[in-house]
């Protein structure tokens, strides 16, 4: 069985930062890509960063150039960097597959940005 524990998020003020880790049962190199994804009040759930098996990244518009994704496989960890928070940014952070899978999902972890 897959278990996938988000850990990290806190509050934090405007252009502040947070790293999120996501630790997972078994080898997470096997299944294949990996990816944050966020859910913020009242919105659907969204892809924020994803990463290949050999490393390719990808991003939502919405935190390119801000945010970056890495994996250690030996680790059996994902984390994500996030740089230059913004309120919008503002829900709760969720590791899964990509694509995901519904019986991956974990209790994620909150990221609060305010003042």
């Known amino acids: 069985q897959v278990r996938l524990v988000e850990s990290g998020g806190g509050l934090v003020q405007p252009g502040g930062s947070l790293r999120l880790s996501c630790a997972a049962s078994?080898?997470?190199?096997?299944?294949?890509?990996m990816a944050w994804y966020r859910q913020a009040p009242g919105k659907q759930r969204e892809l924020v960063a994803g990463i290949s098996r050999v490393g390719t990244t990808r991003f939502a518009d919405s935190v390119k150039g801000r945010f970056t994704i890495s994996r250690d496989n030996a680790k059996r960890t994902v984390y994500l960097q996030m740089n230059t928070l913004r309120p919008e940014d503002t829900a709760v952070y969720y590791c899964?597959?990509?694509?995901?899978?519904?019986?991956?999902w974990g209790q994620g972890t909150q990221v609060t940005v305010s003042s």
């Open positions: 899964n597959t990509d694509p995901p899978r519904v019986e991956f």
């Open positions: 078994v080898s997470i190199f096997s299944l294949n890509s």
